[in-house]
């Protein structure tokens, strides 16, 4: 995984820009992302079965990984175990 890769789920449609992070396994539905679509899909894990939206970036609790949907599916990410979160818009200043 390295910024600019699109990552693809096993268990559904679901596919990813990676926008920042490298070295990492990120997980869809509790199964690995590649670049390469696989022939069959792989079961979705029922406790990672949240769905994700497109156009959301999601991160990591640290900030060190950051995904764009760029194609919704049923199953939810992980990296190594642990979900990652959507990335809140940060609020604009106010013009006084």
């Known amino acids: ?3 600019g890769m699109k ?3 096993a268990v559904d449609d679901a596919e990813f820009m ?6 990492l396994v990120v997980e869809c539905g509790g199964a690995p992302m590649s670049d390469q679509k696989p ?3 792989a079961a979705i894990d ?7 939206q497109i156009g959301k970036r999601y991160v990591d609790e640290a900030g060190t990984v950051e995904l764009l ?3 919704a599916g049923k ?14 818009a940060k ?3 106010s013009s006084d």
């Open 1 to 3: 995984m390295k910024p």
């Open 7 to 9: 990552l693809k789920s």
């Open 18 to 23: 990676v926008i920042k992070g490298s070295g």
């Open 39 to 41: 022939a069959a899909p």
């Open 46 to 52: 029922s406790s990672f079965a949240g769905g994700t």
């Open 69 to 71: 949907c760029v194609k």
């Open 75 to 88: 199953g939810s990410l992980a990296i190594g175990g642990v979900a990652l979160n959507v990335k809140e």
């Open 91 to 93: 609020p604009l200043p």
